[in-house]
């Protein structure tokens, strides 16, 4: 399972699946826990039961209108 796009501010990721599931965890580049503003981390824990970690900036930037 592969995290497709992350909304911070909802804090959901969307799976390769289909599914979404909750971030857990959003961190700031000092490893403290922080609010979508400052995210540069975030954890979720995965449909199986395995966490899964990354950095925001591997995510592009995307506007839905």
Request: hydrophobic share 40%; glycine share 8%; with cysteine.
């Amino acid at each position: 399972m592969d995290v497709e796009a992350i909304n911070l501010r909802k804090r959901l990721a969307l799976l390769d699946t289909g599914q979404t599931v909750e971030i857990d965890t959003l961190m700031d580049d000092e490893g403290d826990e922080c609010g979508c503003e400052g995210a540069c981390a975030f954890v979720l824990e995965l449909p199986d039961g395995t966490w899964f970690a990354d950095s925001v900036d591997s995510y592009a930037t995307a506007t839905i209108h």
